[in-house]
């Protein structure tokens, strides 16, 4: 056992230094920002075009889906939460909250990203393409393949692993089983559905354009 | 009383038939509406200061900076100055504010001053657990002292499994709004009809002004029952903010540290046995935790109860962590992996096959034949005898093979459950259940129920579940689920369809008990063409609808559903001796299952199963700090669960047939997950050699291991 007084700071306070506030830190070009090693060198690099905003919300332009929307976010906010919280797109969800498991993938300008660890502000100017996207009509063929081979169980995973499985399939149209494995090892699953997962984009890839197998 | 019996196996339609979940697509093209999606008008974003401190007392907190905040609409002091906390992540405040950055700010600025008081954060070590670990009294069965003396070989062990998480991937959490004495809640639950009853008792409000809805939950794994903390609090300071609504959902941090876990369990084991391998006595010696509570002795040995001679100890050590809870199959996963480890060593001293070991002792089992047939079935699907190799023979290269199995055996049965159907003067079914799907696949298996029972396609009936307004379902825990609501749709919808067949029967020319509903139409049993199509059956109700009841009563379910299984789980891994990476190359799951209403989703739950054991075995384990108190990988980053290409070839045998299927439903949510990190285990032990004490099987305990070999 050990005691020890209160005076020694605790390893990650909530008004300490988290990645996440490293980032939103960097992003507005100097807010809140904490002691440590990563911080000196957000200190050192020189804010994005050398312009400083917020820390109050600023208008913030998204072109989401086709569609041109400008939000007045803080600057802090990330694209995770300006989907969800500002905009009611939930289809991408928040679990690590720390580029960890791919819940909340969405594309920009086509690649897949962790939309928790981009900052709305940075994705300005950028096609971001989201579930609600892919899905507005006729279901895209990987969340059609996600069915057919229940590809889901609790479905808390489904649309980052489908955006994530929709982006691989974009630009490696024709995997084998060993590429499907490693390209989509960037989402986690708990209940544990990896099984269809795998069965699912491989039919995916015979159902998409582009694919050798169409 | 209508025959409610299930209909024989070849005469289903539906049931027993690979079906496609119901709710498939509403999740894959993310417009599955979880309750941490819901934004209700006027919602507010509540945020929680918790402690830092594992064991502290709070000597004063100043919550003004954040009440003097704009857009904060409620703080509030969950645990006062004076009062001790016993764990990191307990909860100290809670906020509510517009924004959800505004939120996470005003937490920052409530100012709390602990006195830190000595804590205790591991149970590894039962020497340096002092006096938080209770003993509790030796049990004695037969005479063990005589047994062990007697015996021709005795192999003894120490194994340890850790406290893991649940990791549900929704955390925790609700949006609550509480006007007056009304409260509106939107949980993250496995307890829909019955989450309300908790939280009205803690808020002080009449039960029935509760309404609880959820339609879709991103898991819970047995974590999610309670109203919780959270839950009170949301609906205070939704009371406190003037009855606008309040989401509150743990961060992941939090969610890892306080939202409950499966108690750790470690032993000293010795097994007595006869040179053919008949074991003859068993000894433990074994501690656990499951927070400040301790945690109890799993139930060992595990299956094999009937061992004559046994002795049994075991402590319970309290330490300052969050508490556990229910955690898929509680107590099973870490009683398999102490017995069937300390099993294989014993086998491995014999330089006996494991298959054998087990088949032999069977006898010691509630189900003896059950094993036997499923060790054989496991065996041939695993190419066991082929590929099988005594311990630690497995060639000079530096990557080593191995197999292993292990047993599980659980109850399931049916939960009391209630289910309306309303048949309408137009056709159409609505069938009601204050149920949940936890993505296990209830609602496809209640519908399949009620389009077998009524004659119709699926898409003919209309299911409504996740609302406390529908007639009460149980929680869904202890794999009672599919069970309660297959009996009460099945009771439901066939009191609903008598009604029907006596309104029906005079247009036939007929009496009720002579007709039957099969390919939407209700036909004479004798005479199939003479018939009317459903709909025009349906219109003869003129302005009347029928509304049904059907109950499933857990004390006496009448055929419908039934309690007990067992079965194997076999594994063949591959362990790189230089670097300790140990791989799954493929696992099998043999499991006695009852009747099987989806083989799709029953399927998919042992897959499911089988990759959870997975992380269990190699990767899953809270890793606390002594020093700090504190949980070291409260992220999703450290605290490590498998990956698309971390599970090799899984593959699946459910034990279908007409003598299991006539114990009518029983569920497998479960059992399949117990086994599977002792047969993971164990094919490390055969591949390298020796035993790895304690999992998960991590590259450092595989590599310390081998060293305690060579040295």
């Known amino acids: ?214 | 009383m209508p025959d409610y019996n299930w209909p024989p196996m070849d005469k289903r339609r539906v049931i027993g038939k690979p079906t496609l979940r119901r709710d498939g697509l509403e999740k894959s093209t993310g417009k599955a509406k979880y309750s941490s999606d819901l934004k209700p008008p006027g919602m507010l974003f509540g945020a929680l200061l918790t402690s830092p401190y594992a064991h502290a007392r709070i000597t004063s907190i100043d919550t003004s900076g954040a009440e003097h905040m704009d857009g904060v609409k409620a703080v509030r002091v969950i645990t006062p100055a004076g009062q001790e906390v016993q764990w990191e992540g307990t909860e100290i405040a809670a906020v509510a504010a517009v924004t959800e950055e505004l939120a996470n700010d005003a937490v920052r600025k409530i100012k709390v001053q602990y006195e830190v008081l000595p804590h205790l954060v591991s149970e590894v070590d039962l020497a340096k657990a002092g006096n938080r670990a209770k003993a509790a009294g030796e049990q004695v069965t037969g005479d063990p002292d005589k047994a062990f003396q007697e015996a021709d070989v005795v192999s003894e062990g120490t194994y340890g499994i850790p406290v893991i998480t649940h990791c549900c991937l929704e955390p925790h959490g609700n949006v609550v709004q509480m006007q007056g004495d009304h409260v509106n809640l939107w949980p993250s639950t496995q307890n829909v009809s019955g989450i309300g009853g908790d939280l009205g008792k803690s808020l002080q409000v009449p039960i029935a002004n509760v309404h609880t809805r959820m339609q879709f939950i991103g898991g819970g794994f047995g974590s999610k029952f309670a109203a919780d903390r959270w839950g009170v609090e949301a609906g205070l300071l939704s009371k406190a903010a003037g009855g606008q609504p309040v989401k509150l959902f743990l961060d992941r941090a939090t969610e890892l540290q306080i939202a409950g876990n499966r108690p750790s369990a470690f032993a000293q084991i010795k097994v007595a046995a006869k040179k053919d391998g008949t074991i003859t006595a068993w000894q433990s010696s074994s501690w656990a935790t499951g927070g400040m509570a301790g945690g109890g002795m799993p139930p060992i040995p595990y299956v094999f109860t009937e061992i004559p001679n046994k002795r049994l100890n075991h402590t319970a050590v309290a330490i300052n962590t969050g508490g556990a809870r229910a955690w898929r199959a509680p107590n099973h996963p870490q009683a398999s992996f102490l017995t069937c480890s300390a099993f294989e060593d014993l086998a491995a001293k014999l330089k006996m096959d494991p298959v054998e070991l087990f088949s032999k002792n069977a006898d010691y089992t509630a189900r003896a034949e059950v094993y036997r047939a499923q060790l054989q079935k496991g065996a041939e699907l695993m190419d066991w005898k082929k590929r099988w190799h005594p311990r630690g023979e497995s060639g000079s290269g530096t990557v080593k093979q191995g197999m292993g199995l292990a047993v599980n055996t659980w109850g399931g049965g049916g939960h009391a459950s209630q289910c309306r159907t309303t048949i309408n003067p137009d056709g159409s079914v609505i069938v009601e259940l204050g149920s949940q799907d936890l993505g296990t696949g209830t609602r496809t298996v209640i519908t399949m129920v009620a389009a077998e029972t009524l004659g119709l396609p699926l898409g003919a009936i209309t299911l409504r579940i996740g609302d406390s307004d529908y007639p009460p379902s149980g929680a869904s825990g202890g794999s009672t689920t599919v069970g309660g609501v297959s009996s009460s749709t099945r009771k439901s919808t066939m009191n609903a369809l008598e009604k029907l067949f006596a309104t029906v029967a005079p247009a036939l020319s007929t009496t009720p008990d002579q007709l039957v509903a099969v390919d939407g139409r209700i036909q004479m049993k004798s005479n199939p063409s003479k018939s009317l199509p459903w709909q025009d059956a349906c219109r003869k109700l003129g302005t009347n609808k029928i509304s049904e009841m059907g109950e499933n009563n857990p004390r006496n379910p009448g055929g419908l559903n039934s309690s007990g299984v067992g079965g194997v789980s076999m594994a063949d891994v591959s362990v790189d001796t230089e670097t300790g990476i140990v791989k799954m190359n493929k696992f099998v799951a043999v499991q006695d299952c009852g009747l099987i209403i989806n083989p799709k989703t029953a399927e998919s739950q042992i897959h499911g199963a089988a990759i959870m054991g997975i992380c269990g075995a190699l990767m899953e384990e809270r890793i606390m700090d002594q020093q700090t108190g504190r949980q070291l990988n409260d992220d999703m980053e450290f605290y490590k669960l498998a990956g698309i290409d971390d599970i090799g070839e899984i593959v699946v045998h459910l034990d279908i047939a007409p003598q299991h299927d006539k114990r009518g439903v029983i569920g497998l949510g479960e059992p399949p997950v117990i086994g599977v990190i002792a047969s993971i285990g164990n094919a490390v032990a055969n591949a390298i050699g020796v035993r790895v004490p304690h999992v998960p099987l991590t590259p450092d305990r595989v590599l310390a291991a081998l060293e305690g070999r060579n040295a």
């Open chain 1, 1 to 214: 056992m050990s005691s020890r007084n209160d005076s020694e700071a605790p390893r990650k306070s909530k008004a300490g230094f988290s990645r996440r506030g490293f980032i939103r830190g960097a992003g507005i070009g100097g807010g809140v920002l904490g002691t440590g090693i990563l911080e000196k060198q957000a200190l050192a690099a020189p804010p994005a075009e050398g312009k400083f905003v917020g820390p109050g919300a600023v208008p913030i332009t998204l072109k989401i889906n086709g569609k041109t929307q400008t939000l007045k976010l803080e600057p802090r906010v990330t694209l995770l939460d300006a989907l969800r919280n500002h905009l009611e797109l939930t289809g991408a969800k928040r679990v690590c909250d720390r580029a960890t498991c791919g819940a909340c993938t969405v594309t920009l300008n086509g690649k897949s990203v962790y939309s928790c660890t981009v900052l709305a502000i940075d994705a300005q100017g950028k096609n971001i393409e989201t579930i609600e996207g892919i899905s507005n009509g006729k279901p895209h063929p990987v969340s059609t393949a996600f069915v057919n081979h229940d590809a889901q169980q609790c479905g808390y995973c489904t649309p980052g692993f489908v955006m994530a499985a929709k982006a691989f399939l974009d630009h490696n149209p024709n995997p084998t089983y060993e590429q499907v494995k490693e390209g989509l090892c960037g989402n986690l699953c708990r209940c544990g559905t990896y099984f269809g997962v795998r069965q699912a984009v491989l039919e995916a890839a015979k159902q998409v354009k582009g694919g050798r197998n169409a």
